[in-house]
């Protein structure tokens, strides 16, 4: 193993699979910690934990024995991933899972690279933008876990580590590899232990990485892995293996289950409606007054016709989010929403469904939790950070694990264009 990675969500563990796997190293992804069973053989692994949203202790325990296993496993270098908006808040987790692996792999300096230029998300100055916009202005200030209020990613950090945090800005990363690596060196002396590093295109990514060879742990989104997996790229560690352009599926309906509240999910689930795929929202008055369930969700998903994407969703739109957490809770009301997603998904598999396209980290952990998928393949990309994937354990089913930001409005209609039903046994 090369690389041995801790993911602090789902979607985003897909997310960075699918760059591992397109920079050419056989990459599986995990879904929590795995078994007695071991961890199988590949270039890279990638355990997905949902620890992004929970308390940091209990963030810092999973990431810690996920890393334990991945150092036992043979893993070269750690990667912590989180997501390319920083999602945490000033109580954790980033912070407090850095320094814990710090301290676990005897390291005293890392780096924080949440950049994915592909995306929209770029750092400049230190400072995190969403396209134009600055992390603080976008979308994610409304975000309903994680609300990002402040887009100066050192203040962000030093706000959750008592570790000095330092800054790499974009004049040093256009001057190259070496100019980085004696960045790094200055920093180290002045006592600084996690870098932000400014990032605008991919390039970028690509010095970074190259920086961070002899890095034992590095820490950011999934962009950071393009240089991280050139590194042994360049030195003849890794076999070649072909991009995938379509996955085979096997025979089954297809269904959307869209938990996140997101602007691109929302865009995604208005241009369904246009599109006239069958969709129906999860309405959590109707749930908690007995009107609504899982079954009946399911029930009608299941009397579709046979060949339509059905959409259940329960995405609501800022002001609506706030009038339901005011009135239910904020987390109560997200569990709600997962575990009945989650029902919904266990329901359509007993009758038959087999392709799922899942929106939104929190919903995605309770759906292949509640389908029993442990282990994936990772397929052809359908949008930047988002593949569709296979399981390898458990029931055969195909999975696209969606960040609730990612995607043009005509995902749910084009994702499938990428799969082919898999010939059957004569």
């Given amino acids: 193993m090369l690389i041995g990675a801790i993911a602090d969500d789902i979607t985003g563990a897909t997310d960075l699979c699918l760059?591992?796997?397109?920079?050419?190293?056989?990459?599986?992804?995990?879904?929590?910690?795995?078994?007695?069973?071991?961890?199988?053989?590949?270039?890279?692994?990638?355990?997905?934990?949902?620890?992004?949203?929970?308390?940091?202790?209990e963030a810092v325990e999973m990431s810690v024995a996920a890393a334990n296993l991945l150092r036992a496993g043979g893993a070269e270098q750690l990667l912590f991933k989180y997501c390319s908006t920083f999602d945490s808040t000033n109580?954790?987790?980033?912070?407090?899972?850095?320094?814990?692996?710090?301290a676990l792999t005897g390291s005293d300096l890392t780096i924080a690279c949440p950049s994915f230029p592909a995306a929209g998300r770029t750092t400049y100055r230190g400072h995190l933008f969403v396209g134009d916009a600055l992390l603080s202005d976008s979308p994610l200030k409304d975000h309903p876990l994680n609300p990002m209020h402040d887009a100066n990613l050192v203040r962000v950090l030093a706000r959750q580590t008592a570790l000095p945090v330092g800054l790499v800005t974009i004049d040093t990363i256009t001057n190259g590899e070496a100019a980085v690596r004696q960045a790094f060196a200055v920093q180290h002396a002045a006592g600084k232990r996690i870098l932000i590093v400014d990032t605008l295109q991919d390039a970028d990514l690509r010095t970074i990485g190259a920086a961070c060879s002899d890095m034992m742990l590095v820490t950011g989104g999934s962009g950071i892995a393009l240089g991280l997996a050139a590194n042994f790229v360049r030195a003849g560690r890794v076999a070649s293996h072909p991009e995938r352009a379509r996955m085979a599926a096997?025979?089954?309906?297809a269904v959307v289950l869209a938990g996140s509240c997101s602007v691109a999910t929302r865009g995604q689930i208005a241009a369904a409606q246009a599109a006239d795929l069958p969709t129906q929202a999860l309405d959590l008055d109707a749930l908690l007054s007995g009107q609504q369930s899982a079954a009946?969700?399911?029930?009608?998903?299941?009397?579709q016709p046979q060949d339509s994407v059905s959409v259940i969703y329960s995405s609501a739109d800022p002001a609506g989010l706030q009038t339901?957490?005011?009135?239910?809770?904020?987390?109560?009301s997200g569990a709600l929403v997962e575990a009945t997603l989650a029902e919904v998904a266990r329901l359509?598999?007993?009758?038959?469904?087999s392709r799922y396209l899942i929106a939104g980290g929190e919903t995605a952990g309770a759906v292949v939790a509640a389908l029993g998928v442990t282990t994936l393949e990772i397929g052809p990309e359908i949008a930047p950070g988002v593949p569709w994937t296979r399981s390898i354990s458990g029931p055969d089913l195909v999975l696209a694990l969606k960040s609730g930001n990612f995607g043009s409005d005509d995902f749910f209609l084009k994702a499938w264009t990428l799969l082919e039903t898999e010939a059957a046994d004569v």
């Fill in 19 to 57: 760059t591992l796997a397109r920079e050419g190293l056989r990459t599986v992804q995990i879904m929590g910690l795995p078994g007695p069973l071991g961890l199988p053989d590949a270039d890279a692994i990638v355990i997905a934990l949902k620890s992004r949203s929970v308390p940091a202790a």
């Fill in 91 to 102: 109580a954790g987790n980033i912070g407090p899972v850095t320094e814990a692996l710090l």
């Fill in 250 to 253: 096997p025979t089954g309906r």
């Fill in 296 to 303: 009946s969700l399911a029930d009608w998903a299941i009397i």
């Fill in 324 to 332: 339901i957490h005011a009135r239910l809770g904020q987390h109560a």
């Fill in 348 to 353: 359509l598999q007993a009758a038959g469904f």
